[in-house]
């Protein structure tokens, strides 16, 4: 063969491949996420940044999800001002561009606690290296330990609401469509957390989020008999999913004491996402017409400051 022969067909390699390739859907990376608990103490110090940031690179984490904005905003950096807000942009640029971060999302109780991260991303605005990408609410209206003792106190009575789980439902889900006001025009993610809500609950939430995380604490991989995780309060994920499009889900795996502490010491984390996903009776072999409004797309991991122990 020629040498015009071979570069001839190497061109025609190379502008075939070039030209499927446009129209190949991009794959999508799995989440990794990590709850990071503790932030106001890591913001603006340097060696902690890096910590955090060299655990998650090592760990696999591409998504972090960051507690505590709203008290650094209010006792630490002021975080609708360009200047202070400096503190958090960089530790977020840095994450992006140097350590594989792809999202970084913000947890909040209300819709008032995203109101500092509204302002601070119209500062950043255009720029997806110094933005948060996610509003994360988090509002155990389900935990009634947490309603009595916190909830009631702190956000009920000042509404003048009775300390039940009906109201404190209520609240959160008046509070979760204000978060997605909040983040609709914007196009960022509206997402929640949720434990053991009721089937009604669960429809609800679903029409209203982009991404839903549920929490699976479990002492192992398995739920009883060998079962994979996904069938721990298995009702769950159908009754989330809408009626249109696609929701995406995230289960969370813990590391908390009685929690996965001490089953994690002898095994590999990463084993929990893939027994949830294809163990006996888990989410692949589950069936019905609500699969198809339903995306599990990675896993969460709570929290930082256990696993990096």
């Known amino acids: 063969m020629s040498p015009y022969n071979r570069l001839f067909i190497l061109f025609l390699v190379i502008s075939c491949f070039i030209f499927f390739s446009m129209y190949l859907p991009i794959p999508i990376q799995e989440v990794r996420g990590l709850n990071v608990d503790g932030f ?21 984490f591409n998504y972090l ?42 947890v909040g109780e209300t819709a008032q606690s995203f109101e500092a991260i509204d302002q601070y991303n119209k500062l950043y605005e255009g720029s997806i290296f ?18 009595s003792s916190y909830y009631c106190p702190t956000y009920l009575a000042e509404k003048a609401l009775a300390c039940k789980e009906k109201e404190a439902y209520d609240f959160y889900f008046s509070e979760l469509k204000k978060v997605k006001a909040l983040t609709h025009p914007a196009r960022l993610k509206c997402e929640t957390y949720i434990g053991q809500p009721s089937r009604a609950q669960c429809k609800d939430i679903g029409q209203w989020c982009d991404r ?12 009883k008999s060998g079962k994979s995780m996904y069938q721990f309060h298995d009702y769950r994920i159908p009754a989330l999913a809408p009626e249109e499009g696609v929701l995406q889900i995230l289960p969370i795996f813990s590391v908390q004491e009685n929690q996965k502490s001490a089953w994690i010491e002898d095994h590999p984390k990463n084993k929990s996402y893939p027994t949830y996903h294809k163990g006996q009776k888990g989410f692949q072999n589950m069936t019905g017409k609500w699969k198809e409004h339903i995306n599990i797309q990675g896993a969460q991991w709570f929290q930082y400051t256990e696993l990096s122990e």
């Open 212 to 223: 839903v995380l549920i929490h699976y604490y479990q002492t192992s991989d398995i739920f």
């Open 65 to 106: 999800l960051l507690y505590d904005l709203q008290e650094i905003n209010e006792s630490m950096y002021d975080l609708t001002d360009l200047e202070e807000s400096q503190a958090l942009a960089q530790f977020i640029k840095k994450a992006k561009s140097k350590f594989g971060i792809m999202e970084i999302g913000a």
């Open 40 to 60: 106001k103490d890591i913001i603006g110090k340097k060696d902690k940044e890096l910590a955090l940031l060299q655990f998650a690179e090592r760990e696999g």
């Open 130 to 147: 110094f933005s948060i990408d996610v509003y994360n609410l988090e509002f155990e209206f389900w935990n009634k330990e947490q309603l």
